[in-house]
C-alpha cells in the first residue's frame, strides 16, 4: 500500500502539511520586537512554542469529544500558556450544553477552587477587544466556590454539570456551553491540591475512533493554536489589557469587571525591562485575600516556578513595620526575604492577582541601582541567609511537586 491508495489520503497529507507550514511561521515570532536578542530569551520563546506544540492535539483532538470529556491540565511545570499564574493550577474539560456531567473527588486544602462553565466565544468582549486565543476566550456563564461546595467529612464531593438541577452542587449549562475550568489557588506550600475526575452520564460503549475528518479538524485547530499563541502573547496585552508598550515598570490601573468576578479574581500585568546593574521595587498595602505575584517571561509565560522564587503569596512575604510589603525583581538573590527571580532575562512580565476577602490595593514601584537597593528599603525590612533561601527554595519544590503529582 502507497500513498494515494486511500481515499482520503490526499486531504490528510495537505492539511498535515498545512499545519507545518504554519508550525514554522509560528516560529517567526521568537523573533518579534518584544523579545530581546539574547540568547536566553530567544530560547525561552521556542521552548514556550515547543511546550505548547505538546498539548496542540491533547486540546484539539485527545480531549476533544464532549461525549467521552477528559479533565486536562494545560498549565504545569513544564508547560506554560501566557499569563498563566505560578500559585494556580488550571484544569478544563470540553463540554457541551445538551449532556450531563458528574464530576467526583476530594476537595484538598487549597484556599481557593472555582468551577467555571464558559460559553461561547465571542466576536467581541464586553470591552471591545477580540478574545484571546483558545482554550481562554470564552464569555464565563455559571460558577461555584470552593467555599460553596458540599463535602462528606473527609472532603469527599459530587458536582453535576448540566441537566436539572442536582442539589447544592450543580451548575448549569446553555446551548451554548464549550467547556469547563476548574482553577486551584494556593497560598501556602502544604495545602494539598483536590483530585478529581470526569464523566458523561449515561457514557456507554468506548470512544470512537478519529476519522480522517476529525484529523483534518485537529489539524486546523492546533495550527490555530500554535499560531495565535506565538502571535497574541504579549501584544494582546499591549493593545486590549491596558499595558502600555512604552511604559515599562509600572503597573496600570486594575479594571475588575463582571466576567472577572465570575471568575473569582481581578487581575493586571506591568511589563518590566530591568539592567544587570537595576533592581526594581514592587511597593503596597499589605491587605486581605488571597493575592499572588507571579514572574513571566515575555511571552508572560510563568518563570520556572519549581526551582525558581518567581512567585509570591501572603504567606510567604515578609511585612515591613509600616505595614507594607516590599517586593523586590533582581537578576540575583539580594538577600532580602521578597526577592522575586528575574532568571536572569532583562525584560518580563509580573502579573497580580487578588481572590477572596477584601479588595485589590494601588502598586506603586521603583527602579533602583543594585548597589542602592539597602538605602531604598527600610532599616527593618527582613533578610534571609544563603542557607534560609535554599531552605525556603526547598519547600517550593516539595509543595509544587504535591501540586502535580510529581
Known amino acids: 500500500m502507497a500513498f494515494g491508495d486511500g481515499p482520503d489520503d490526499a486531504a490528510l497529507d495537505t492539511a ?23 540568547p536566553l530569551q530567544r530560547a525561552d520563546a521556542f521552548r514556550f512554542l515547543t511546550q505548547n506544540l505538546g498539548q496542540a492535539f491533547d486540546l484539539a483532538l485527545e480531549t476533544r469529544d464532549t461525549r467521552f470529556p477528559l479533565l486536562h491540565d494545560f498549565c504545569n511545570p513544564t508547560r506554560k500558556l501566557g499569563g498563566d ?10 463540554v457541551d450544553g445538551h449532556s450531563v456531567y458528574r464530576i467526583t473527588g476530594n476537595r484538598g486544602t487549597a484556599r481557593f477552587v472555582n468551577f467555571t462553565v464558559q460559553g461561547p466565544r465571542p466576536v467581541r468582549l464586553a470591552s471591545g477587544a ?33 441537566g436539572e438541577r442536582q442539589g447544592q452542587n450543580w451548575l448549569p449549562t446553555t446551548p451554548g456551553t464549550r467547556k ?13 491540591p483536590a483530585t478529581m475526575r470526569i464523566e458523561r452520564v449515561g ?7 478519529p476519522t480522517p475528518a476529525d484529523m483534518i479538524g485537529a489539524f486546523d485547530w492546533a495550527g490555530d493554536f500554535v499560531s495565535n499563541i506565538m502571535a497574541e502573547w504579549p501584544d494582546w496585552s499591549f493593545a486590549n489589557g491596558g499595558v502600555d508598550a512604552t511604559r515599562p515598570n509600572a503597573f496600570p490601573v486594575l479594571i475588575d469587571t463582571g466576567e472577572d468576578r465570575k471568575r473569582g479574581r481581578a487581575a493586571t500585568a506591568m511589563h518590566w525591562v530591568l539592567a544587570p546593574d537595576e533592581a526594581l521595587i514592587v511597593e503596597f498595602d499589605a491587605h486581605d485575600g488571597l493575592w499572588m505575584f507571579t514572574n513571566g517571561g515575555v511571552f508572560m509565560n510563568s518563570m520556572d516556578f519549581l526551582y525558581r522564587p518567581v512567585s509570591t503569596t501572603p504567606s510567604r512575604t515578609a511585612v515591613d513595620a509600616d505595614g507594607r510589603i516590599r517586593l523586590i525583581l533582581a537578576h540575583e538573590d539580594p538577600g532580602f526575604a521578597n526577592w522575586i527571580d528575574t ?21 506603586a514601584t521603583r527602579l533602583v541601582k543594585r548597589a542602592n ?14 542557607a ?10 516539595d509543595g509544587i511537586r504535591q501540586r502535580y503529582g510529581l
Request: charged share 25%; hydrophobic share 40%.
Open 16 to 38: 498535515w502539511g498545512d499545519f507545518c507550514d504554519r508550525l514554522k511561521a509560528a516560529g517567526r515570532h521568537a523573533f518579534k520586537d518584544h523579545n530581546p536578542a539574547d
Open 85 to 94: 499564574c505560578a500559585d494556580f493550577t488550571y484544569v478544563q474539560a470540553w
Open 130 to 162: 477580540p478574545p484571546l486565543h483558545d482554550p481562554f476566550g470564552d464569555v464565563p456563564e455559571a460558577n461555584l466556590f470552593g467555599h460553596q461546595l458540599k463535602t462528606n467529612w473527609d472532603g469527599g464531593f459530587e458536582l453535576f454539570i448540566g
Open 180 to 192: 469547563l475550568f476548574l482553577r486551584q489557588g494556593f497560598d501556602r506550600f502544604d495545602e494539598r
Open 203 to 209: 457514557m456507554e460503549g468506548p470512544r470512537p475512533l
Open 343 to 363: 532568571q536572569g532575562f532583562t525584560r518580563g512580565n509580573l502579573t497580580y492577582r487578588h481572590m477572596l476577602e477584601g479588595a485589590p490595593v494601588p502598586l
Open 373 to 386: 537597593l539597602a538605602a531604598a528599603l527600610p532599616a527593618d525590612s527582613a533578610t534571609v541567609t544563603p
Open 388 to 397: 534560609e533561601r535554599l531552605e525556603r527554595m526547598r519547600a517550593r519544590f
